[in-house]
């Protein structure tokens, strides 16, 4: 198999694309927590958890720089052990993404295409995604260089065509009712973070692997300023009530904007940006995922489970929720939030205690060394 | 059974008779092409100049062409034959040759049946001037015919001598009329292999230009020519572009477009994967940047490789404009472009799917002007999009003269009659005529031919499926040109991958003092152009005069 390298910039637009895709597609501070005018503080939060996570899953992508986390998973807590953790990384693939295409599916067929069944959406974009990892890593690569400037360029459009219908009233009183809305609306988007669990897989492929961590440290940080200035304009615009209760706040927003008489519908650029951090979205988990079987069942080249792959992943995203009220429950903090950490979180807790068992048992580097040389 | 053995015994003679051909004679009419080629590589001249005539003739078939002059000179009055092609020779320089070898002036030391030293003499005493070359074989003696020379044969001599009279009529060095300019050198490359690559050495004067010469084509023996700046192209590539030129095999190259087929990445692109024009100053700057030329004879267009996609959008005038307008000019074109390709697309999605976008207005307008339009919007953009297509191919193939014939039938007949019939509502035929317009700005014709393909299939997204269909479409695009390479080079450098560096002359156009580095990917080797800092400002000694107070006018 030939080796595909991409460079650590492509790393953090395709992060940045799917991180901000969530802001705005369904922008969960403001519509799973409590939070209302105070989510932007909720959106600091959630930053700072998903540096942390990134701390968590880069910091020990880092350490195995030529492998996924498939491979030294098992390497760490041996074959039963390892296996089974990447059975929980392996579904945090595929239903992160099938649940992220189902949202963007159920906005169209809601807003713009109400005659078309809501499969045929999801197969196409889900049909993209799937030429696309066929074509390989560089090719995602590559196609987020190429998307990353339209991309910015719409979300900063609608932002500051927003600007017009802005009020700060919206925004008072500040933290009236303490700090625990605020937290209980940042469980979810920080439980989001578990989206650079990709780390795990991307590293390998990057040029300088050690540098993994400040790319996806800028990244998130660049979503998080879209997170953040995007809620602080829901808000302003919409108002928190009108906010947090709307399916799709950021959406809604470009929505009631009118900047003059003659252009007055500016939301055909926040669903187009949507879709372009959709198709990202979904390339990357579908390869991360590919990669993931392929590298379990130990076959070499991991095209050929793209197509299937693709189907069973239809059916996910199709029959997983009923309708979209299932989506919302989904989301609520209660529910995600533990779910995320089970299957995140604990895992690579495990994962860094046998590492750091190993490493002070068997001398550290030497180890990993000695493991690098032996041929698979 | 009788026929199966009569068959049987039919085939077999055939083989026979093909053996019996090849064992036989030039003259045997059964010989095919392939054996009359081989036969003909084996045929040597023989040293009596009557023999030698006579197999020339018989391989040749004795064209009405072919001018033998035969004649005796020297004190011995050797006997001669001049042979040469009509068309490709100079007739002034044939004279030439013929008054020396026929005045006798020479002192020949040689006496009867010393062929070979009488050529010798003829070279060294009377041809110094012409480029000389002794041909020994049939085939030899032919290609020396076909590139313009002159054959001297003698009797006794089994060599002839080939001087080169080369005069074949081209037509004159003219503007490319596909890709004029407006600021831009006037001088296109013609069908002339040698003169083209005069073209690029008058622009590029190092020594370092280095061309390497093949001849494709066993028929056709089409001379094909690679060039490029020795130490600027990559070794890898130059290797690449010659592994791949000299693989052809092929009876006849008739055009660049060949090669193109031959050497290009993937066969399936829509895209050019290889860059072509008539224009020599685009070829020398491509050249400057690294890239390798593929030139061909007897076609005015030279390939370039490796090719990326922003070169399809930029124009020569782009360079020769000041900085800002030639910047403008390019970003107006990039603007076109994605006119040309989704424009139809998007009005058709947003007329079926997406009326809310519209504006109140604007859209009860479009919809009274369509009112008793009997046709779905799909077809009747995609029928006005037939018909420009068609108007176009016809404007190129007509007759000049009928040319304002077809624009009146055109303009006014179709378009103006089917939107009074009620046919075609007026905004379809706006759109239509606004993206045709706006093809025309893409500088490369064989791109907006492939823009024109796109066209269509967006529209048929655009219609069964709105706006979703066409982010498709564009997706899909973009996936595939993203994947694809040329020459190993990718095709959307430098926007995927992204080299900030080459931005420079991408949308905009930095002013050249500002264009220190050559493109990333293919100026690798030395990516250094020229020394920063030369931005023009007031003298620097000027300035430092100025501070001393030395040298400075005195006001009164």
Request: hydrophobic content about 50%; charged content about 20%.
């Given at each position: 198999m030939t080796t595909e390298k991409i460079h650590n910039r492509q790393l953090v637009f395709m992060l940045f694309m799917i991180r901000s895709t969530v802001t705005i597609a369904s922008l969960p501070v403001l519509t799973t927590g409590t939070a209302e005018q105070d989510a932007w503080l909720s959106a600091i939060v959630s930053l700072a958890a998903t540096l942390l996570m990134i701390l968590l899953i880069g910091g020990l992508a880092i350490k195995f720089p030529e492998e996924t986390v498939f491979e030294y998973s098992r390497k760490l807590l041996g074959k039963t052990g390892g296996t089974i953790i990447c059975f929980f990384f392996l579904w945090i693939f595929l239903n992160t993404a099938a649940t992220e295409v189902r949202i963007y599916a159920e906005l169209l067929t809601i807003g713009f295409l109400p005659h078309t069944p809501l499969i045929f959406l999801v197969s196409s974009m889900v049909l993209l995604a799937a030429v696309a990892v066929s074509l390989g890593v560089e090719v995602i690569a590559r196609t987020a260089d190429a998307l990353i400037f339209s991309y910015i360029f719409f979300i900063a459009a609608s932002l500051l065509g927003a600007l017009k219908g802005f009020d700060f009233i919206n925004l008072q009183p500040v933290l009236s009712r303490g700090f625990g809305p605020v937290f209980s609306s940042a469980l979810t988007p920080a439980?989001?973070?578990?989206?650079?669990?990709?780390?795990?897989?991307?590293?390998?492929?990057?040029?300088?692997?050690?540098?993994?961590?400040?790319?996806?440290?800028?990244?998130?940080?660049?979503?998080g300023i879209v997170l953040i200035l995007s809620t602080i304009t829901v808000v302003g615009v919409l108002g928190p009530k009108i906010g947090s209760s709307s399916l799709f706040p950021?959406?809604?927003?470009?929505?009631?904007?009118?900047?003059?008489?003659?252009?007055?519908?500016?939301?055909?650029?926040?669903?187009?940006?949507?879709?372009?951090?959709?198709?990202?979205?979904?390339?990357?988990?579908?390869y991360c995922g590919a990669r993931g079987i392929s590298q379990l069942a130990r076959i070499r080249d991991y095209r050929p489970l793209i197509g299937p792959m693709a189907i069973f992943w239809i059916i996910l995203s199709i029959h997983t929720y009923d309708d979209f009220l299932d989506l919302i429950k989904f989301f609520q903090p209660r529910v995600f939030f533990p779910y995320s950490i089970t299957i995140t979180v604990l895992p690579y807790l495990l994962l860094w205690a046998a590492y750091l068992i190993r490493h002070a048992g068997r001398g550290g580097k030497k180890y990993i060394r000695k493991r690098r040389i032996k041929p698979e | 059974m009788k026929w199966l053995t009569a068959l049987l015994r039919g085939k077999k003679s055939h083989t026979a008779q093909k053996k019996k051909a090849e064992a036989g004679k030039i003259t045997d009419s059964r010989m095919d092409i392939s054996q009359r080629e081989a036969a003909v590589k084996s045929l040597s001249l023989k040293k009596s100049l009557p023999e030698t005539l006579k197999l020339i003739r018989e391989v040749t078939g004795a064209p009405g062409d072919?001018?033998?002059?035969?004649?005796?000179?020297?004190?011995?009055?050797?006997?001669?034959?001049?042979?040469?092609?009509?068309?490709?020779?100079?007739?002034?320089?044939?004279?030439?040759?013929?008054?020396?070898?026929?005045?006798?002036?020479?002192?020949?030391?040689?006496?009867?049946?010393?062929?070979?030293?009488?050529?010798?003499?003829?070279?060294?005493?009377?041809?110094?001037?012409?480029?000389?070359?002794?041909?020994?074989t049939v085939d030899e003696l032919w290609s020396a015919l076909t590139n313009g020379c002159t054959v001297i044969l003698c009797h006794g001599s089994a060599t002839g001598l080939a001087c080169d009279t080369w005069g074949f009529k081209y037509r004159n060095i003219e503007e490319p009329s596909a890709e004029s300019t407006i600021r831009g050198p006037r001088d296109g490359f013609i069908e002339s292999f040698y003169t083209n690559v005069a073209l690029l050495r008058k622009r590029i004067k190092t020594p370092n230009l280095w061309l390497e010469e093949f001849t494709l084509g066993s028929l056709s023996r089409t001379k094909v020519g690679i060039l490029y700046i020795k130490g600027l192209a990559s070794e890898e590539l130059v290797q690449e572009v010659r592994q791949r030129v000299s693989r052809i095999k092929t009876d006849a190259i008739m055009g660049s477009g060949y090669i193109e087929d031959f050497i290009e990445d993937n066969p399936f692109s829509i895209f050019p994967l290889l860059f072509q024009t008539e224009r020599p100053d685009r070829v020398a700057g491509c050249l400057l940047e690294g890239r390798v030329a593929v030139i061909t004879d007897n076609t005015s267009f030279v390939l370039v490789a490796p090719m990326d996609f922003p070169m399809l959008l930029q124009a020569p005038d782009d360079y020769y404009e000041k900085m800002f307008i030639g910047s403008f000019l390019r970003l107006l074109r990039y603007f076109a472009f994605g006119i040309s390709i989704f424009l139809p697309g998007i009005y058709v999605a947003v007329i079926v799917f997406h009326n809310e976008l519209l504006q109140a207005q604007l859209l009860l307008r479009i919809a009274a002007v369509k009112e008793g339009v009997p046709f779905p919007v799909v077809a009747e953009v995609f029928l006005m999009e037939i018909l420009f297509e068609l108007l176009r191919e016809a404007g190129i193939r007509l007759p000049r003269a009928i040319g304002p014939a077809i624009s009146i039938v055109g303009a006014l007949v179709l378009g103006d009659a089917a939107i009074r019939a009620g046919l075609v509502s007026p905004p379809v035929v706006i759109i239509v005529s606004l993206t045709a317009i706006a093809s025309f700005t893409v500088p490369t014709f064989?791109?907006?031919?492939?823009?024109?393909?796109?066209?269509?299939?967006?529209?048929?997204?655009?219609?069964?499926?709105?706006?979703?269909g066409i982010q498709f479409g564009g997706l899909l695009v973009l996936i595939y040109m993203s994947s694809v390479r040329s020459f190993g080079y990718p095709y959307l450098a430098p926007v995927a991958p992204l080299i900030l560096k080459s931005f420079k002359d991408l949308a905009f156009r930095a002013w050249w003092w500002r264009m220190n580095t050559r493109p990333l990917l293919l100026g690798a080797r030395e990516p250094v152009r020229q020394p920063r800092?030369?931005?023009?400002?007031?003298?620097?000694?000027?300035?430092?005069?100025?501070?001393?107070?030395?040298?400075?006018?005195?006001?009164?």
């Open positions: 439980a989001l973070g578990n989206q650079n669990l990709v780390l795990g897989v991307l590293v390998p492929t990057l040029t300088t692997p050690r540098k993994a961590i400040p790319s996806a440290a800028l990244a998130a940080l660049l979503s950021f959406f809604l927003m470009t929505k009631a904007i009118e900047i003059s008489r003659f252009v007055e519908r500016i939301e055909a650029l926040v669903v187009i940006a949507w879709g372009l951090g959709i198709f990202i979205n979904l390339s990357v988990f579908l | 072919l001018t033998i002059r035969e004649f005796r000179a020297g004190r011995e009055q050797v006997e001669i034959a001049l042979l040469h092609l009509e068309g490709f020779v100079d007739n002034k320089l044939v004279e030439n040759i013929l008054r020396m070898l026929g005045l006798g002036s020479f002192q020949s030391p040689v006496g009867k049946g010393a062929g070979p030293n009488l050529l010798q003499e003829f070279r060294r005493r009377l041809l110094q001037s012409a480029e000389t070359k002794e041909v020994a064989s791109f907006g031919i492939a823009a024109r393909l796109l066209r269509f299939i967006f529209i048929f997204l655009g219609g069964a499926f709105g706006l979703f800092g030369q931005q023009p400002r007031p003298d620097i000694e000027e300035e430092e005069k100025e501070k001393t107070g030395k040298g400075r006018k005195n006001d009164h």
